[in-house]
Nanobody
């Protein structure tokens, strides 16, 4: 069992930056695929980026390429999402998720554990 807690969301002006954190507890997230998702009002939850079960960085959503960067600190059992050059369309609740098994994809249905989400609001 893995518990995930996101933090770092908030209100920021367009062009600003935020760093989200996802702290895992209960067991090490080593061997789990980790993903960042987001859900804007009235839209489906979408994959932003993540790590495969073996630790490889997965691709970024086209809408965030060149602006967002995922990283991890295995010693702290924490995954980060650095978000730069934020746009109003990045406004959403951001979720961290973990998938058991040898998973390396972006299908939200394959992720078994979810955090509570953290709100990111970008004003124009």
């Amino acid at each position: 069992q893995v518990q995930l807690v996101e933090s770092g969301g908030g209100l920021v002006q367009a062009g600003g930056s935020l760093r989200l954190s996802c702290a895992a507890s209960g067991r090490s997230f080593s061997g789990y695929a980790m993903g960042w998702f987001r859900q804007a009002p009235g839209k489906e939850r979408e994959f932003v980026t993540g790590f495969s079960w073996s630790g490889w960085r997965l691709s970024y959503a086209d809408s965030v390429k060149g602006r967002f960067t995922i990283s991890r600190d295995n010693a702290k059992n924490t995954v980060y999402l650095q978000m730069n050059s934020l746009k109003p369309e990045d406004t959403a609740v951001y979720y961290c998720a973990a998938a058991r098994g040898l998973y390396s994809g972006s299908d939200r249905k394959e992720f078994d554990y979810w955090g509570q989400g953290t709100q990111v609001t970008v004003s124009s």
